[in-house]
């Protein structure tokens, strides 16, 4: 069974920074593109950051510089986030996609950045 698990959302103040981390089960993870999309009220889903089988990363202009995306060899995928804005605030989605297999999403863990 796919399972994709994301943790470390909270809330924060404004300048402040949080983890998130994303566990993955039943795929072959090192098969897998892996990324962060987030979701604000009223808004499209939209991407912010991910990482190639390769490890090649990609990140949203908003979020450059601010938000590192990374992972292991064993099955986890984290978003460290930095200098973090309340337009940051969001439902934060694990996404896992394989070319050959499909996509998956996980369930979404919330980010609330005050001011």
């Known amino acids: 069974q796919v399972q994709l698990v994301e943790s470390g959302g909270g809330l924060v103040q404004a300048g402040g920074s949080l983890r998130l981390s994303c566990a993955a089960s039943g795929i072959i993870f090192s098969s897998y593109a892996m990324g962060w999309y987030r979701q604000a009220p009223g808004k499209q889903r939209e991407l912010v950051a991910d990482?190639?089988?390769?490890?090649?990363t990609n990140y949203a202009d908003s979020v450059k510089g601010r938000f590192t995306i990374s992972r292991n060899g064993a099955k986890n995928t984290y978003l460290q986030m930095n200098s973090l804005r309340p337009e940051d605030t969001a439902v934060y989605y694990c996404?896992?996609?394989?070319?050959?297999?499909?996509?998956?999403w996980g369930q979404g863990t919330q980010v609330t950045v005050s001011s």
């Open positions: 990482i190639t089988i390769g490890g090649r």
């Open positions: 996404n896992a996609k394989s070319l050959q297999v499909g996509t998956y």
